[in-house]
């Protein structure tokens, strides 16, 4: 089996690395993922006539690694155009995310952009996250229950086009992990969506001394920083198989997203109006 690998929080993320040595149980393993974090870009593509910087990084521990200076979707691109233009990959997987990518996180993630660009072109895909952004997080749950998960989804995969899985881990700090629950998408927003920036870092956020202090120096006169952050406010009309809800009682969740967008019943609502004119 061909894997491809890539993430958003960057190449020296310990969660690739987590990934990339699981992986190598099921077959040849090539990572191609952003130089740097690249977390909330989505589906975005790095364009504008930028020189995009790639760099082959050679074999460690039987794994092929390569950093593109790009969003996580630009990784996929250039993988499937360059290292994969003969023989495209088994399966496209994405993460381990530092970071939860249930409900609407979905939205933003660069995760699931880079497992829905495999998606649309035709290949397996499937975004793996942990609910913590502790740079240093265990995953030991992932490496225990993943390939199970993983086998499954192989030996199971739709005749249809278009579909990827979002696959979320509860906290690392949970004590228990009870079981693997097919969710929907949980839904939600998120308020006091601003921090002030601190010049002794945001370890919430995986934000270190050095990463603060460096934005400071960095920033110019009068310029004020902050981060994006937010509380999640859960919409009450989720049912209880939304993924959030169960990841937070213990449960990993494994959504299946389509690249398709499309509202099908509001298709028929607004044919019902008579929206269909002949001119």
Known sequence: MK????????????????????MKNFGE?????????????SMAVTMGGKALAYKNLG??????????????A???KLALNTVFS???PDVVISGVNHGTNAASAVCYSGTLGAAAEAALCGIPAIGVSLHTCDPDADFSSVEKYFPDIFRKIMENLPDRYGIYYNINFPKDTCPRIKGVRTAVQGMGRWTKEFLPWRKDGIPELGI????????????????????IT????????NTSDA????????????????????????VDRIKSLKFDIDY
């Open 3 to 22: 894997i491809l690998l890539t993430n958003d929080d960057g190449y020296a993320a310990k969660g690739i690395k987590e990934l990339a040595r699981i």
């Open 29 to 41: 393993v090539t990572a191609v993922a952003p130089k740097k974090p690249q977390s909330g870009m």
């Open 59 to 72: 074999i460690i521990d039987d794994v092929k690694w390569a950093y593109l200076d790009a969003t996580p």
């Open 74 to 76: 630009s990784c996929v």
């Open 86 to 88: 003969r023989t495209k």
């Open 208 to 227: 270190s001394t050095e990463q603060a202090r460096e934005a400071l120096e960095k920033a110019e006169e009068n310029e004020e920083l902050y981060v």
């Open 230 to 237: 937010g509380n999640f406010t859960d919409d009450p009309q």
């Open 243 to 266: 993924d959030h809800r169960l990841n937070a009682d213990g449960y990993i969740t494994v959504v299946p997203h389509n690249i398709d967008c499309t509202d099908y019943k509001e």
